[in-house]
């Protein structure tokens, strides 16, 4: 789990970096919680997510937004971190320039970033939104949603309101090509305390699914 720096719009930042040894593996970038709001990248659901990914035989990073940790920089409402994310995917593609796929994934506030970076890069080709936070952020920018997800959401959830994000989930799906799997962990909060099992379990199925799908690049 080699820590790296690399260099962000307004200054350093640091992140954890797994690199797959399987030529051309998928890539996939991890987006953290809310900054003021104890978000990092050592949350549990990032660093499950770290994990689960990595042991698909991908390359996976997960970095700590502006301000947090060694990354350097100040709180900037969601712009700033949109900015810093997409520092992170080109860091990591220049680290792995000809990846088989693809794929983002968020939670809560990071799944706000990580939809609005996959509105603005085509590259990436799968999300995954965890607790995205569709009762305080608009979400009305996916339109159309560029590629298929995964939205997983805990049913107790006592911060984003469960219908809420059925509702985004039943909007993005009802759009042209774009397929949605809409997940509601039963008895799960927010944070998934007691649910990570779970929740990984069915970000693994989900990934492996998907990743069979995908031909393999021809070197």
């Known amino acids: ?45 990032i660093y499950g997510l770290y994990q689960t990914f990595a042991r698909l035989g991908m390359s996976v990073l997960r970095f700590n937004f502006r301000g947090i940790g060694r990354s350097q920089g100040t709180f900037d409402n969601g712009v700033g971190e949109l900015s810093d994310a997409a520092s992170a995917l080109d860091w990591l593609q220049t680290v792995n320039p000809s990846p088989a796929a693809c794929w983002i994934a968020g939670f809560s506030f990071g799944a ?18 965890i607790a995205p936070p569709a009762n305080v952020y608009d979400f009305s920018f996916l339109a159309p949603c560029p590629s298929s997800g ?16 059925a509702k985004l989930a039943q909007k993005l799906a009802s759009q042209r090509g774009i397929t949605i799997d809409y997940q509601v962990i039963k008895g799960a909060s927010h944070f998934f305390q007691d649910h990570m099992d779970a929740l990984n379990e069915r970000v693994s199925a989900y990934v492996k699914a998907a990743m069979a799908r995908i031909p393999a690049p021809v070197d």
């Open 1 to 45: 789990m080699p820590e790296i720096i690399f260099n962000g719009p307004t200054g350093r930042l640091e992140g954890r970096y797994h690199h797959s040894r399987v030529a051309h593996a998928p890539v996939a970038i991890l987006l953290h919680p809310h900054p003021q709001h104890g978000g990092t990248m050592n949350n549990r659901v």
């Open 112 to 129: 706000w970033i990580a939809m609005q970076l996959l509105m603005r890069r085509p590259e990436i080709s799968a999300f995954i939104a």
């Open 150 to 165: 995964l939205i997983l959401h805990g049913e107790r959830d006592e911060v984003v309101p469960e219908p809420a994000v």
